[in-house]
């Protein structure tokens, strides 16, 4: 059942998560509260807009908690200790040349609810981060992309 899936996440992305979530409760929560209680001073809420619009804000902010809750109970944080820097593993930073473009590119390999392309870091169910998983060093990797068939060498695994 996918509802039980356990979410594979660093240390960094479970405190960002927990970070997240104390903010929500905190100071969203808060300020949400606070735009209902001035909307409600201005009278009938039947045909209020601020008011609509700020119980369409609380309802968000709540999902949002519950979704990252949900998330930080499946979460199981990858023991960064463990990882092989001889093999590529979820955790494991790898530096490949794209040898289509000849340049250089470095992927941390993370779990879905982490990833994030513009800071570098991939899925390990991502196209590319599937093909990296459990390669070494100097390994050619042929990785399906929507424009065909990309090729990365391997040049450096780390932590």
């Known amino acids: 059942m996918e509802d039980n899936k356990e979410i594979l996440l660093t240390q960094e992305g ?4 927990e970070d997240e979530v104390e903010h929500l409760k905190s100071v969203r929560r808060r300020e949400v ?19 609509d619009e700020a119980k369409n ?25 463990k990882i092989d820097s001889n093999i590529v593993t979820i955790g494991s930073i790898v530096k490949v040349n794209d040898m ?5 590119v470095e992927y941390t390999i993370v779990g879905s609810a ?5 800071e ?10 599937k093909a990296l998983l459990g390669r070494a060093k100097g390994e050619v990797v ?18």
């Open 14 to 17: 479970y405190q960002k998560l």
């Open 33 to 51: 509260a606070e735009r209902i209680k001035v909307a409600i001073s201005f009278g009938d809420i039947s045909e209020n807009a601020e008011y």
């Open 57 to 81: 804000e609380q309802a968000q902010v709540e999902e949002r908690i519950m979704k990252l809750e949900n998330m930080l109970r499946k979460a199981v944080i990858i023991d960064e200790s």
């Open 100 to 104: 289509e473009f000849e340049e250089e």
């Open 114 to 118: 982490e990833a994030d392309p513009y």
């Open 120 to 129: 570098g870091k991939i899925s390990n169910e991502s196209p590319v981060g």
């Open 142 to 159: 042929d990785v399906q992309v929507p424009d065909g068939i990309a090729k990365f060498e391997i040049l450096e695994i780390r932590r």
